[in-house]
């Protein structure tokens, strides 16, 4: 799909997933499609589409300035969800001799992996733990991301000659010195999972607990009891992880205790609605200053803390005077912020430093061919900004190994706000939310928590999508009439200096005025004229050779949720079209130039329409086409619209 | 500009019962704006006539082709060759394009589907309405910007003609009666005086006119 101007969705991700062309192909019924879509850029469509933080969604101009943001996150997982298993993406066609190493089977390492292995390299990966997935296997817990779907993943990867080692730890099974000799580019992708605690006493105590130990442990199926009263200390994600998990392993009363407020905690707004609505409690501006106990962890003793928001950035925290207090814990987990290990590679490091030197934005250190990325470089992130290194650290890497320049990285323009006055014209539609175990049943499992969309549920969310950027273009052939301005249900063209002018960035791509553009100059990006035209005449061609002259031919609105009985049956043919307002007089003729019987137009009906006006305007079409085959002695009747 | 409008799909069929190799061909200006005879009414003319011939059991092949502007004799050079392919043109211009792709072309017979109605405007609704006569000899100055050539039905220049009532004109009662139009837009314009002056009789000009563009 070329586009001029990013639209938002696309911007924000980090990998610029095209979210319009996967939501197209859901709202079309094609999720074999979307899930090819898809896979072009992420090699985790069943992670992210469960886990990922959804800055897309944040930014979605539907949830901007009309109603709610489309569910692109729960459409992405009923893509990967729904696509038949051996939809393959297609081998590379060039193969180089050359050799890439890869440390770490986290989400960055092996998405460079898949990248590299497309591009036609051959690709070691080295994992230290006895499973790839990195955080996705042992820090993700089971009701948030089942384990088989992880797999399933990584063995596509491998299905693409990638060769994954585990047990492999750099620095005490493999240096990187050997890697340089035995490989023409190194990539470090070894996460960031070295705890970082806080400087309390009692951090021996047993029950003390930092929460990537935790996790993983309970993912490899270790037993354990945290007891009746948990803490967990930290604000990410990571922190309510570790608090609902131990709901699910017995705790009754989990609380997280957080040294900021709501509105700084790392942890997205929804994953915090979660954790409430199944019973976790909230401590803010709580700070531990000691764990007690006797052998054992029996509480903690903590401060109410003083956030001073006024001085920028985070806010300054101080302590509130005589403000300590206690609190039972027969477990405490401490999930205050992580750092990568960077014993093994202290040569790349900072002079003194325990920072690796990153020489540019695509993770180049300070070693020729050997590249990092990932958490082990930022930080921990998301699984998505994960995925994003990892792929610029492929480019980056053939870049380097073909002796190319490495690209400076892309400016996209990205498309403005709609306006209210667009906006107050646009039909409003409620988001699908997909059903969730109840809170009550679910904090007795590791059963995933979010179902997936029904294939109903999926198109009618998919319906929602505004196709920023997909809308009206003018060619050189506008005669200036103005007929756009005149038809325009969202009043969007303009008469422009040489032309008439439609602002992308305001057209909702109802493809009215293309259907009323008497010079043929206005074409749709949602569904560009040429190829419409050849579908049209390929699908006539068919029914004429098929049955001539007794087929019935039919235009149906992609985004209707009913199918006619008309439309149903044998010699019948359709033509499936993203909103019919585009429809013009000649599509309406030309079928049964080719023979047809009748030519039926499916719409949704004028309610349901996401797009104003558009049962109007091809009502407007049919009778003006009605009008023509009387006028050449054919029965206008055969020529009708039939709703669902 | 100038408006057209297409002609009865019947007398369009008959013009061209004779051929069985048609060109049709819509112009990009006037009758595109006035939509009645650019790129999209030629592809629907086609596919009309096509099914129409199909459903009669004639043979009839259209051929489609829309120029920028069919008044000009170099625009219809560029599709002399393709033109010379078929038996006959159907031409979606004006009465103007008709001819000049008729004296161009020379030896392909040209027929008009069209009909040419008047010179006009937009009436901002989707419309257009006949505001000019094209006399040559323009009066407008002296009747506020209205032309009672073009939209007086007996075409007075020293109206009114006494027949209106309630301000329409008496030959078609939807049509205010512009010498009332008139005299309102003078006397908003504080231009009253201008109706006591006579007209003089316009010099009746002979056909065809011509402009030669000036060196």
């Known amino acids: 799909m070329k586009i001029n101007a990013m639209p938002p969705c696309q911007a924000k991700c980090p990998i610029h997933m095209d979210v319009q062309g996967y939501v197209a192909a859901i709202a079309g019924g094609d999720v074999q499609e979307a899930d090819r879509v898809i896979r072009r850029t992420n090699p985790f469509p069943s992670v992210c589409g469960r886990i990922c933080t959804r800055e897309c969604e944040s930014v979605c101009r539907r949830g901007k300035s009309v109603d709610e943001p489309v569910a692109i996150r729960a459409l992405k997982r009923y893509a990967s969800d729904s696509a038949a298993a051996g939809a393959e993406v297609p081998g590379p066609e060039i193969r180089f001799s050359e050799k890439v190493c890869i440390v770490g089977a986290g989400p960055a390492g092996l998405t460079a992996a898949h990248d590299l292995a497309l591009m036609g390299y051959r690709v070691t990966v080295y994992e230290s733990e006895d499973e790839p997935g990195g955080m996705l296997t042992r820090g993700i817990p089971r009701y948030r991301l089942p384990l088989d779907l992880v797999r399933s993943e990584v063995d596509r990867i491998r299905s693409l000659g990638v060769e994954i080692k585990t047990g492999y730890m750099l620095g005490r099974d493999i240096s990187l010195q050997d890697l340089q000799k035995d490989f023409d580019a190194v990539f470090l992708g070894m996460g960031s999972e070295k705890s970082t605690c806080p400087e309390c006493s009692g951090m021996e105590l047993s029950g003390v607990w930092t929460a990537v130990e935790f996790l993983k442990d309970v993912s490899r199926g270790k037993k354990f009891n945290p007891g009746n009263k948990v803490i967990v200390i930290g604000g990410g994600h990571t922190a309510i992880d570790a608090a609902r998990t131990c709901l699910r392993l017995g705790a009754e009363d989990v609380t997280i205790a957080y040294r900021r407020t709501i509105d700084e905690m790392p942890a997205g707004m929804d994953e915090v609605e979660d954790a409430r609505e199944e019973g976790i409690r909230f401590e803010f501006l709580t700070a531990p200053e000691a764990f007690e106990g006797s052998g054992k962890v029996e509480k903690m003793r903590c401060v109410r803390m003083d956030l001073d928001k006024s001085c920028g950035g985070k806010g300054k925290l101080t302590c509130v005077e005589d403000s300590a207090f206690e609190m039972e814990a027969d477990t405490i987990i401490l999930a205050t912020g992580y750092v990568p290990r960077t014993e093994a590679v202290q040569e790349l490091c900072t002079e003194g430093g325990d920072r690796l030197e990153i020489k540019d934005a695509a993770g180049a250190t300070r070693t020729p061919g050997v590249f990092a990325g990932g958490d082990f470089v930022s930080g921990p992130t998301t699984v998505v900004q994960a995925i994003a290194s990892g792929r610029k650290a492929a480019e980056a890497v053939h870049r380097y190994l073909r002796g190319m320049d490495q690209s400076p990285e892309a400016q996209e323009e990205i498309l403005q706000d709609l306006d209210d006055d667009v906006a107050r014209l646009v039909p409003k539609a409620g988001r699908e939310k997909p059903v969730c175990l109840d809170s009550g049943s679910r904090v007795h499992s590791f059963d995933e928590v979010e179902h997936v969309f029904t294939p109903e549920q999926a198109r009618t969310e998919a319906a929602r999508c505004l196709h920023c950027s997909l809308g009206a273009h003018v060619s050189r052939d506008c005669a200036v009439c103005l007929n756009c301005v005149l038809v325009c249900p969202y009043n969007v063209p303009r008469p422009g200096e040489e032309k008439a002018y439609i602002d992308m960035s305001q057209c909702q791509a109802c493809g009215v005025c293309a259907g009323q553009c008497p010079a043929s100059a206005i074409d749709l990006r949602l569904e560009p004229r040429t190829e419409l035209r050849q579908n049209i005449r390929r699908v006539l061609e068919r029914a004429e050779s098929n049955s001539q002259n007794d087929f019935i031919f039919g235009y149906v609105c992609d985004f209707s949720r009913t199918r006619p009985r008309e439309l149903k049956g044998e010699n019948v043919y359709t033509i499936t079209r993203p909103g019919l307002g585009r429809i013009d007089v000649y599509e309406l003729l030309v079928p049964f130039e080719a023979g047809a019987r009748e030519v039926l137009v499916s719409g949704c009906g004028e309610e349901d329409c996401k797009f104003k006006d558009c049962s109007l305007w091809t009502r407007r079409n049919v009778q003006k086409a009605a009008r023509i085959l009387e006028s050449i002695g054919i029965d206008p009747e055969r020529l009708k619209i039939v709703e669902g | ?215």
């Open chain 2, 1 to 215: 500009m100038i408006v057209a409008e297409v002609k009865p799909m019947a007398e369009i069929q008959d013009t061209i019962k004779n051929y069985s190799k048609v060109l049709i061909s819509g112009c990009g200006s006037c009758v595109t704006v006035c939509l009645s005879g650019g790129a999209q009414q030629v592809e629907v003319l086609a596919s009309s006539l096509r099914t129409a011939a199909k459903s009669q059991g004639q043979q009839l092949e259209v051929g489609e082709e829309t120029q920028l502007r069919q008044c000009d004799p170099m625009f219809i050079e560029q599709i002399r060759d393709k033109a010379a392919g078929y038996e006959a043109i159907l031409s979606m211009g004006c009465g103007a394009g008709v001819q000049t792709m008729a004296e161009t072309l020379g030896n392909i017979p040209v027929y008009p589907a069209l009909d040419t109605v008047f010179f006009g405007g937009a009436d901002g609704q989707g419309g257009f309405v006949e505001t000019c006569a094209a006399c040559g000899q323009c009066i407008l100055s002296r009747t506020g910007g209205i032309c009672p050539v073009a939209r007086c039905a007996k075409s007075l220049t020293d109206g009114p003609c006494g027949g209106a009532q309630a301000g329409n004109c008496e030959v078609s009662k939807d049509t205010r009666c512009v010498w009332q139009l008139i005299y309102v837009r003078l006397f908003r314009l504080g231009q009253l005086h201008l109706l006591k002056e006579t007209t003089p009789p316009k010099a009746r000009r002979v056909h065809p006119a011509r402009l030669n563009r000036a060196e």
